[in-house]
């Protein structure tokens, strides 16, 4: 396999330091936002759903009830916001949108649990990777060469989930997840090329295995 001497601009060791430290602030980054996700998510049912649509039912009732008693400017923005709800009502109850919403709930919690576990595992790889390239020991490189091309994996799967469920642009899903599959790629052989030279560095013995 073909070894980089450089990262773009820079040397291999301050290229993959920049990866790492990247890489380790948007895992906080993910978790953060996951748990902040975790405690306003209300997983909803579509019986609830429903009954959602029934009280947004009721409160244009009403704005209908109140457009009697009032005039002028006060009757021009009840019309307006009851012509935004109602749009919105149709949609709602058109075939098929409320049990996507229930569907995509769903799916959106199970992303987020699996998106928190890969954030820990992500933390821990790039913690051994700064300390390795730090203090010279490709043995705690190693674990990011391992667990990147596994996480690259697991977010494609679930892009393809979504795409697939969900009837998303096909040509913006296929350009995004190329780009970010091969600049992965590029951080990874970075990553690689400077863990075989440290292994140099040190002396350790060719033929170890990754």
């Not at 953060?32 to 909803?44: H, I, Q, T």
């Not at 820990?120 to 020991?137: D, E, F, P, R």
């Not at 009837?167 to 863990?195: E, G, K, N």
């Amino acid at each position: 396999m073909a070894v980089f001497e450089r990262c773009c601009c820079c040397s291999l060791r301050t290229g993959c330091l920049v990866f790492g430290t990247l890489g380790l602030v948007m895992a906080l980054v993910n978790i953060g936002l996951a748990f902040n996700g975790f405690v306003s998510y209300e997983l909803a049912t579509e019986e609830e759903l429903h009954g959602q649509v029934d009280e947004i039912l009721k409160v244009v009732e009403e704005l209908e009830n109140l457009k009697s008693q009032v005039d002028g400017e006060v009757l021009k923005e009840i019309e307006k916001q009851l012509l935004e709800i109602q749009d919105g009502v149709k949609i709602l109850q058109s075939e098929g949108t409320i049990e996507n919403v229930a569907i995509f709930l769903k799916v959106s919690m199970a992303t987020r649990i699996v998106s928190v576990l890969q954030s820990v595992v992500s933390i821990t790889t790039y913690s051994l990777l700064i300390y390795g390239i730090h203090q010279a020991k490709y043995k705690f490189i190693l674990p990011t060469l391992l667990w990147n091309p596994i996480n690259v994996c697991i977010d494609v799967i679930i892009i393809i989930l979504y795409t697939t469920l969900f009837d998303l642009a096909l040509h913006i899903v296929i350009i995004t997840t190329a780009v970010y599959a091969i600049v992965s790629l590029l951080c990874w052989l970075c990553v690689f090329s400077h863990w075989r030279m440290v292994k140099v560095q040190v002396g350790a013995p060719e033929k170890l295995e990754l």
